[in-house]
């Protein structure tokens, strides 16, 4: 019939347009073949924390200012690989003005799920809020990191004796002080005595008599008679 346009263009999807499709498609199967890979890149992050009887030293009332004795202790979060040698490694210590502390011989080695086997004194130019630790998981310092969050430094004074010297936890040197005190009872007491001696020798020696000698009678002269 004359007139009449037959529309002879085939009905479905084109070519060009599954080539699209294809095109969206692929980029989104990459990223989710790349998530587990990001998964697995999160790092296993330490936590630290001080031996119980970790104290400061008071002020500048001791010889050392702004020193500490620390115990550092570590964790590991579950699921984090322990190290092969089941240490980690302390490298710097370092307070919130972002001064270092000094004092014992680094790399400080600390039993992972464990706390080092000794309370050591760091000396520092001014006191801390709190304190961040470098650390690695192997002696090499393979990828040193700085620990986060900081911990709280500890508050409670260490003891001291008396020739002003900052203390470790426990330590029996403390009782110098009190040596000297029972020294110095034992020399008063001694000089008691010496004086109770000497007024018991003083008391018991005879006392001079109270007699006064009696007088002697002059001769009586007798007048011959004339």
């Not at 070519?15 to 990459?30: D, N």
């Not at 006191?127 to 961040?132: D, I, K, Q, R, V």
Request: aromatic share 6%.
């Amino acid at each position: 019939m004359g007139g009449i346009m037959e529309n002879n263009q085939p009905h479905g999807v084109s070519r060009r347009s599954v080539a699209k499709g294809a095109a969206w498609a692929v980029p989104a199967v990459v990223a989710l073949g790349a998530a587990p890979k990001a998964a697995a890149s999160v790092p296993c992050v330490p936590t630290f924390s001080f031996g119980g009887a970790s104290c400061k030293c008071p002020g500048q009332s001791t010889n050392q200012s702004w020193g500490y004795y620390l115990q550092i202790c570590v964790n590991l979060a579950n699921g984090c690989p322990t190290p092969s040698d089941g240490n980690l490694y302390v490298w710097e210590v370092q307070n919130n003005s972002g001064k270092n502390l000094t004092g014992p011989a680094f790399p400080i080695v600390i039993p992972v799920g464990s706390c080092d086997n000794a309370y050591r004194l760091f000396n520092s130019t001014s006191s801390a809020h709190s304190l961040t630790f470098l650390y690695s998981y192997d002696a090499a310092g393979t990828n040193k990191t700085w620990s986060t969050p900081a911990i709280p430094a500890p508050v409670q004074d260490c003891s001291s004796n008396s020739a002003g010297d900052c203390l470790p936890p426990g330590s029996a040197a403390a009782k110098p002080a009190t040596a000297t005190t029972s020294s110095s009872s034992s020399t008063s007491s001694a000089s008691s005595t010496t004086s109770r001696s000497s007024a018991s020798s003083t008391s018991s020696a005879p006392a001079p008599s109270s007699t006064a000698p009696r007088s002697t009678s002059a001769p009586t002269s007798t007048t011959p008679a004339g």
